[in-house]
């Protein structure tokens, strides 16, 4: 609707709310000739393409232009919009032109779709074993071991987790990073792309970006029980925690690396998640192989197996897992969940090893917690991992790293509704949130073209809707040999300077880093669970006084750091909101405006902020050493050891008669006998069958139904046999007067001809 129109409706309201466009003569009068090549002049000046902004207003200043009333409230919304009042037009950005900080820019999702590269690794990927295909297509979760009745209904074989000693990780494919990855900067030259990355290096930052957009949106967990229903629902401390990635420069394109300056080891929930990747796709004969007893057989090192494609300036890479041509787009990812009380407390976990998980519902030892906490620690990027490799969804495997509980397949429309309200939505979003993040890493590389660069993204220590960026030269080996000074122990941990101050008794090693501490009931909502004040606020993170960042983290200051604010605002059908979006079906258009500013404060400013930044950083991997004090140790952390060492005994193997489910596991159809008649090793195939218990027929094929077997043309009589032969499963006929086991006649699959009878 034009301004004209709107004027004509909403008289005097709609004229005070666009005073800043124009005044209200000239909008009752039609333009002049001046004014028009005056207009003219500055739409040319505004390169590129200026697109005419729709009105910006909150809520409440909507309704005082249709009611006329008076009211002057002032919210957060409404001073929101009086600043948006103040931007430039929104204007289409040309990446042939370069960003120009202070001012908005649109993005348009639609713009820009993905493409495959390369051929596909698809039918070289493996299959699930041990009978857990059924899992991908009955919802809800699969009990390894029926809790009630103790029947497993899958294999045992995969009840006990081979430990990481017992395992040669030497025999598997090392994991190649971006940077390194030749195939993927060949594909990147070859088309012209300026960026190269991984789900694993990318999906972090991709989280922090969508924060932005979706101005805080969280997840929906109306499905839980009531058992969550004072839970908090937003992203967990550790989606929020800054985000740091590292471009590799190489031959004209940047790779995309995940930092790894304070996570240096890998956890035992990454050690372990590869070894159970290789179990869960894979025979028991063939995973015995890469034990460390047994590794010396495996001679050649599978390839990996990758899906490429192309969006905007990047390729991206995405290893698949596994597949099954059944389901929509084929493949999926495997994920391999450790349990609560492994993942707060993973330095130790071999204390916590014997938390189980023996419920369905509830708050702890449940299902349901698992993936209450999955929602809020790893949906988001689990979701955005899916869409780089055009993925059906994700198997998901629950464990304590001593045994299996369960396994769970969750389709990606699934995590569609869980954090976006629907596919429409998640679509839009994570193509937005890509080409946000190209447009910025270009703009980034300009500053230090030809040059190693760390980007750290950080959402969570300011508003909503705006999030800052920090830039720094790389220095590899200066950084190395000043982590060699890092304290051995933590920065939490350790020991006070002399010329400082000792830190406070309340201040451990426990409450310094962990989210769920709380002086409470652990168990109350806004405690332990609800994960207290420090999971409301990350930006209000203590740290300790004692410690002084400008003595402790490295950072380099050869040359400048850059700090630069991105902010945000979305358009839905031509409507300008500051709220999160949902959009209602396809057709609608979900635009999302940005604008890039550069920090006007000093270098030493600069700097003393990027240090703390990143010691927040440096202590978030810091969790209770093994020899923490009991009662230094947060609540939480008490209850989830004292479960676990109520229940170790749990993990122990099995003793005594182990039952199976067969009847869950898929049926076999065996082949029929040809024209020759039954070898040695058909009869050998037809005995295991016939010894094996009895499973529930597929196809139609009913034990009880009598089916003619016979040829065509074939007369349906049936003929008697001779009572010294034997029948068709080895066992012999019935002779006269004796009753026939009229089991194995039902049990049959298959039926010899007549003239085969008659032999």
Not at 231 to 257: C, E, H, K, N, W
Not at 536 to 559: K, M, R, S
Not at 566 to 589: A, I, R
Not at 633 to 638: A, D, E, G, Y
Request: charged content about 30%.
């Amino acid at each position: 609707m034009s301004i004209r129109l709107l004027t004509h409706k909403y008289s005097a309201p709609w004229t005070r709310l666009c005073r800043r466009v124009t005044n209200s003569a000239s909008l009752r009068r039609p333009a002049t000739t001046e004014e028009s090549d005056s207009s003219n002049q500055v739409g040319l000046a505004e390169s590129p393409e200026v697109v005419e902004p729709s009105p910006v207003y909150s809520k409440d200043e909507a309704d005082t232009a249709q009611t006329g009333s008076k009211d002057t409230r002032k919210s957060r919304a409404g001073a929101r919009s009086e600043f948006v009042q103040e931007r430039e037009p929104v204007v289409i950005h040309d990446m042939t032109d370069p960003i120009q900080t202070s001012k908005w820019y649109r993005i348009i999702p639609e713009s820009v779709d993905f493409a495959q590269v390369g051929y596909s690794h698809i039918p070289r990927v493996p299959k699930l074993g041990h009978g857990l295909e059924r899992v991908l297509f009955s919802p809800g979760v699969h009990c390894l071991q029926d809790p009630h009745s103790g029947v497993y209904n899958f294999d045992p074989y995969i009840r006990d987790i081979t430990q990481p000693a017992d395992f040669d990780y030497d025999k598997l494919t090392p994991y190649i990073t971006s940077s390194k990855d030749k195939t993927l900067m060949g594909y990147a030259r070859r088309y012209k792309k300026q960026f190269v990355g991984s789900t694993s290096s990318m999906t972090h930052v991709l989280s922090h970006l969508y924060f932005v957009i979706s101005a805080g949106k969280n997840p929906d967990i109306s499905s839980m029980s009531m058992a969550f229903a004072d839970m908090p629902s937003r992203f967990t401390r550790g989606m929020r925690y800054p985000a740091s990635i590292a471009l590799r420069y190489q031959d004209g394109v940047y790779g995309i690396d995940a930092d790894k300056s304070f996570d240096v080891q890998d956890s035992i929930l990454s050690i372990l998640g590869k070894s159970l990747e290789k179990l869960l796709s894979s025979t028991p004969r063939e995973f015995d192989m890469y034990k460390k007893a047994n590794s010396w057989k495996v001679k050649d090192i599978p390839e990996e197996n990758y899906h490429y494609v192309e969006f905007d300036n990047f390729v991206l890479r995405s290893q698949l897992d596994c597949r099954d041509d059944r389901l929509p787009r084929k493949t999926f990812d495997l994920k391999t969940r450790g349990s609560l009380a492994v993942r707060m407390d993973l330095q130790n976990y071999e204390l916590s090893k014997g938390y189980q998980i023996v419920s369905m519902k509830g708050r702890l030892q449940s299902f349901e917690r698992e993936y209450y906490d999955m929602i809020r620690s790893a949906f988001l990027k689990y979701n955005f991992q899916t869409r780089i490799g055009n993925m059906d969804g994700i198997f998901v495997a629950y464990h304590n790293t001593a045994r299996m509980f369960g396994f769970q397949y969750i389709p990606r429309r699934e995590m569609d509704h869980v954090l976006f309200g629907n596919e429409y939505t998640g679509d839009k979003a994570f193509k937005a949130v890509l080409l946000l993040l190209s447009k910025l890493l270009r703009t980034i590389t300009d500053l230090y073209p030809v040059r190693d660069i760390r980007v750290t993204f950080d959402s969570a220590s300011s508003e909503r809707q705006q999030m800052d960026i920090w830039v720094e030269v790389l220095n590899d080996e200066a950084e190395a040999a000043a982590m060699l000074q890092y304290p051995e122990n933590g920065f939490v941990r350790a020991k006070p300077a002399a010329k400082k101050p000792a830190p406070p008794p309340a201040a451990s090693a426990s409450t310094a880093t962990d989210p769920f501490d709380s002086a409470a009931d652990p168990l109350a909502s806004n405690s332990v669970l609800g994960e207290g004040a420090a999971e409301e606020n990350l930006a209000d993170d203590p740290i300790d006084d004692y410690v002084d960042p400008a003595d402790e983290i490295y950072v380099n200051t050869e040359q400048p750091i850059f700090k630069y604010t991105v902010e945000t605002f979305s358009t839905l059908n031509n409507q300008d909101t500051d709220e999160s979006v949902t959009v209602k079906k396809k057709e609608d258009q979900w635009y999302v405006n940005w604008k890039l500013t550069k920090s006007r404060l000093s270098q030493d400013d600069i700097v003393s902020q990027y240090r703390r930044l990143r010691l927040r950083q440096a202590t978030y991997f810091e969790r209770a050493s093994p020899d923490t004090p009991d009662e230094e140790l947060s609540p939480m952390i008490k209850i989830l050891r004292r479960i676990s060492r109520q229940n170790l005994w749990r993990n122990k193997p099995p003793t005594g008669r182990v039952i199976v489910n067969r009847s869950r596991l898929p049926i076999h159809v065996t082949s029929r006998p040809s024209a020759a008649g039954t070898n040695s090793s058909d009869a050998a195939e037809s005995a295991s069958t016939q010894s094996a218990p009895k499973a529930t027929p597929i196809d139609g094929d009913h034990p009880g139904k009598r089916r003619n077997r016979s040829k065509p043309g074939m007369p349906k009589t049936k003929r008697p046999r001779d009572p010294t032969k034997k029948g068709v499963q080895g066992h012999k006929t019935a002779g006269p007067g004796q009753r026939r086991d009229s089991n194995i006649a039902k049990s049959a699959h298959t039926r010899l001809k007549p003239e085969q009878e008659d032999k």
